[in-house]
Structure formats: structure tokens, C-alpha cells
């Protein structure tokens, strides 16, 4: 098929275009570098992707660029650009709702009158459930961020398209994904990153945040699947074992046989207190389940970080 990724030098974006890739297709992949994280990682993570025959980048801004002549001809959409994070959302406001809101209402308005456009999946969060995000895909929409708001917007305004106009969607909402090129915002890069630099770092509220994390491996593939699911739907994507931050903490200690230098500070506004997927509807759909449990994974992430330069 004719696919386009948008985020595709991001984290997620640049893995599933390689799984894209690897299945046959053809992949447009776009992105502008915003620099919320150094362009350096995103250019290292589409080295691999540049030099495949069926893949073409395109270095534009969805937010300003024509869109038009990109989405031409195209069979389906991952919508995977966005200002991801919430701590920054609260003070780039201006970043958030337009990386995430206005760029998603351009896309849509691109692809209104598409005659080949078969699917258009947009890459949600379990932010938009707020505080509490543990359970199915009913749960109430709450987000007690800027970040998790604008994310819902998007998603309304999707609905928006599929009622009006058609738009053959499906909304993932992924739960904190890590592995390999996870973005050196995200807890788990610096933890570690401290560790390999021995340096500490600072854990913000009680450590007993409960996260249901998703390697990355399990988020490309539960997106793929998702992508062939029924038109409308809304599914989770997360993984099996729900962790505490502690428990997070431990287990690095114990991969890298060194420990942490802890420093306190409260909760974040806009943290969330639980998340862990019900991942049962996409279970029953599509038969997917995650498949690589939390000490693989972290371990796996480790192995890359020890990698980077420090
Ligand atoms: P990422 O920042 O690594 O990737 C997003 C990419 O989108 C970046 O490379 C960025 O340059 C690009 N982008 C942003 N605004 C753009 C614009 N206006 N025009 C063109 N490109 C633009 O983030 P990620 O972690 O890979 O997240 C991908 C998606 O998944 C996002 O939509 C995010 O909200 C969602 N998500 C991620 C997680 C996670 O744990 N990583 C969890 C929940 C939801």
C-alpha cells in the first residue's frame, strides 16, 4: 500500500515506518524536527530509512506547508506528529495547540475529498484520560494537562471528519511507550542516561506512580493491527506488567549493578497518578497481545542508551 507516517523521525513514527518498510509497502514519511528534543537523535533515527528504495522524506511543518501534493494518491495515514510530553505543554502553550490541534485539522482538511484514502489512524494518549487511566476504552476523557487536552481536541476533530465527511478513522491511545530511541524527555532515558553518566536524578512525587508500560515492539505491532480493525474505533495500546516507579528504579539498579543518587521534589502539575491499559477490545478484535515483559524491555533499552555518546 501507499502509506504515509507523519512523526516519522520521532520515536514511534521512525520504528513503524521501518515495520512499514519491512511488510512491502511504500512509506511518505514527514517531518519538520521540532526542536522539542535535539534534531541529532531524530536525524539518527531515520539514517536506517533514508536509504531504502520505497521510502521518501519529506522535510515539511504541517502546521504552514502545503499539504495537499503529499497526501495524493495515498491509501492510509499514520498520524503520528505531535509536541509529545506534558511538563512543556504548560509553557508552550502556543506549541502544543498548534503541532497538535491546528496540524491535525490541516491533514484532515488535506485529505476531505481523497478518493483513495482507506484508513486514517491518529496517535492518541492515554493522557487524554487524565489522573487515573487505568481501565478500557469507556473510561472518561479527563486531561489534566494542556498536553492531554490538546491531544483530545485532535481527536474530536477527527470525529468531526469521520461524522461529516467520511473519514475512514481509528484512534490508538498509546500508554507510555519505551525501548529503544525512546525521547531523552521520557523517565526511563534519564534514568538511565543518569546511571551510564553517574550522575543523579530527580524523582518527582512518592515513587508509587503506576505505569503499564509499552515496549515499542508491541506498540508498532498493536498499531498495525489497529490499523485493520473495524472504521470508528477507539483502542488502547498497552502492556502487560503495571510497574511502579520504584519498582522501575530497582530493576535498572540491578541492569547496570550500580545504584541511584535520588533527589525529591513533589508532584508535577499534570502528572498522572495510574495508567495501565485494558487492551481486551483490541485483544478481541485483532487477537493482539504485548509480548515483551518490562525486564526485557528495559534491559533492551539499556543496551541501546549504553550506545549513544554520553
Ligand atoms: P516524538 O517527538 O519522538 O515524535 C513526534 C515527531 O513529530 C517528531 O519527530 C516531531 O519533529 C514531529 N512533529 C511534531 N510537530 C510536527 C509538525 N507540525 N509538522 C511535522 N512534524 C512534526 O514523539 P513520540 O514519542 O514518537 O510520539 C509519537 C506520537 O505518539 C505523538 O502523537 C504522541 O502524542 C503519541 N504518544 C506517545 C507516547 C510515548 O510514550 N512515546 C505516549 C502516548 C502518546
Given at each position: 500500500m501507499n502509506l504515509l507516517v507523519t512523526g516519522c523521525a520521532g520515536f514511534i513514527g521512525s520504528h513503524l515506518c521501518e515495520t512499514l518498510l519491512r511488510a512491502g509497502h511504500t512509506v511518505v514519511g514527514i517531518d519538520s524536527f521540532v526542536p522539542y528534543y535535539p534534531e541529532t537523535y531524530k536525524r539518527a533515527n531515520l539514517r536506517g530509512l533514508l536509504e531504502h528504495p520505497q521510502f521518501r522524506f519529506v522535510q515539511?511543518?504541517?502546521?504552514?506547508?502545503?499539504?495537499?501534493?503529499?497526501?495524493?494518491?495515498?491509501?492510509?495515514?499514520?498520524?503520528?506528529?505531535?509536541?509529545?510530553?506534558?511538563?512543556?505543554?504548560?509553557t508552550d502553550f502556543d506549541g502544543y495547540w498548534t503541532c497538535n490541534v491546528l496540524a491535525t485539522q490541516r491533514l484532515l482538511e488535506a485529505v476531505r475529498t481523497s478518493k483513495t484514502l482507506k484508513r486514517f489512524l491518529y496517535g492518541s494518549t492515554s493522557s487524554v484520560y487524565g489522573k487515573y487511566a487505568s481501565g478500557d476504552e469507556t473510561l472518561p476523557t479527563r486531561p489534566v494537562s494542556p498536553y492531554g487536552v490538546t491531544k483530545l481536541a485532535g481527536e474530536h476533530l477527527c470525529r468531526a471528519h469521520a461524522e461529516n465527511f467520511g473519514l475512514p478513522l481509528i484512534v490508538v491511545r498509546f500508554f507510555?511507550?519505551?525501548?529503544?530511541?525512546?525521547?531523552?524527555?521520557?523517565?526511563?532515558?534519564?534514568?538511565?542516561?543518569?546511571?551510564?553518566?553517574?550522575?543523579?536524578?530527580?524523582?518527582?512525587?512518592?515513587?508509587?506512580q503506576m505505569r503499564g508500560n509499552t515496549y515499542i515492539d508491541d506498540c508498532v505491532e498493536a498499531t498495525l493491527q489497529a490499523m485493520e480493525g473495524p472504521i470508528g474505533e477507539t483502542f488502547n495500546i498497552g502492556g502487560a506488567d503495571p510497574v511502579s516507579v520504584w519498582d522501575v528504579l530497582h530493576k535498572l539498579e540491578a541492569i547496570a549493578g550500580r545504584k541511584f543518587r535520588i533527589l525529591r521534589e513533589p508532584e508535577r502539575p499534570g502528572d498522572q497518578r495510574q495508567t495501565f491499559a485494558d487492551t481486551g477490545k483490541l485483544t478481541r478484535h485483532r487477537g493482539w497481545k504485548p509480548k515483551v515483559g518490562?525486564?526485557?524491555?528495559?534491559?533492551?533499552?539499556?543496551?541501546?542508551q549504553k550506545t549513544l555518546p554520553l
Open positions: 515539511a511543518d504541517l502546521r504552514t506547508d502545503p499539504l495537499e501534493p503529499l497526501v495524493r494518491d495515498i491509501e492510509g495515514i499514520y498520524h503520528l506528529a505531535a509536541m509529545p510530553g506534558l511538563v512543556k505543554s504548560w507510555s511507550v519505551y525501548g529503544p530511541r525512546q525521547r531523552p524527555d521520557m523517565a526511563y532515558h534519564k534514568f538511565i542516561r543518569a546511571l551510564l553518566r553517574d550522575e543523579p536524578i530527580t524523582l518527582c512525587g512518592d515513587g508509587h518490562i525486564d526485557e524491555g528495559l534491559a533492551r533499552q539499556w543496551e541501546w
